[in-house]
């Protein structure tokens, strides 16, 4: 079974910088995916931006620019680096791990998540 260990998250003032981490554990496939999601409140959760193994990026076009999402894979973890952050991107974020041995049957975790909160 994998877990998944978020961190990282607070309160920043508009304009301001967080890093989150979020270090998963267990037995997992070498071809995975690693995410951040958020849901802000009254709102469906939302992909932030997503890294495979192998190190290929995806980012959500509100947060291009601003944020980079990376991984060690020597210790399973990934991060998601916000700059210049705006109240908008108040949410709670979500880690995800997406991992198959066959691309037919997938298997997915999520974190417990961790708030942020942008705001004066």
């Known amino acids: 079974q994998v877990q998944l260990v978020e961190s990282g998250g607070g309160l920043v003032q508009p304009g301001g910088s967080l890093r989150l981490s979020c270090a998963a554990s267990?037995?997992?496939?070498?071809?995975?995916?690693m995410a951040w999601y958020r849901q802000a409140p009254g709102k469906q959760r939302e992909l932030v931006a997503a890294?495979?193994?192998?190190?290929?990026?995806n980012h959500a076009d509100s947060v291009k620019g601003r944020f980079i999402i990376s991984r060690d894979n020597a210790k399973n973890t990934v991060y998601l680096q916000m700059n210049s952050l705006k109240p908008e991107d108040t949410a709670v974020y979500y880690c995800?791990?997406?991992?198959?041995?066959?691309?037919?049957?997938?298997?997915?975790?999520w974190g417990q998540g961790t708030q942020v909160t942008v705001s004066s």
């Open positions: 995800n791990l997406v991992h198959w041995l066959f691309v037919s049957n997938r298997y997915e975790s």
């Open positions: 267990g037995s997992i496939f070498r071809n995975n995916a």
């Open positions: 890294i495979t193994s192998g190190g290929s990026t």
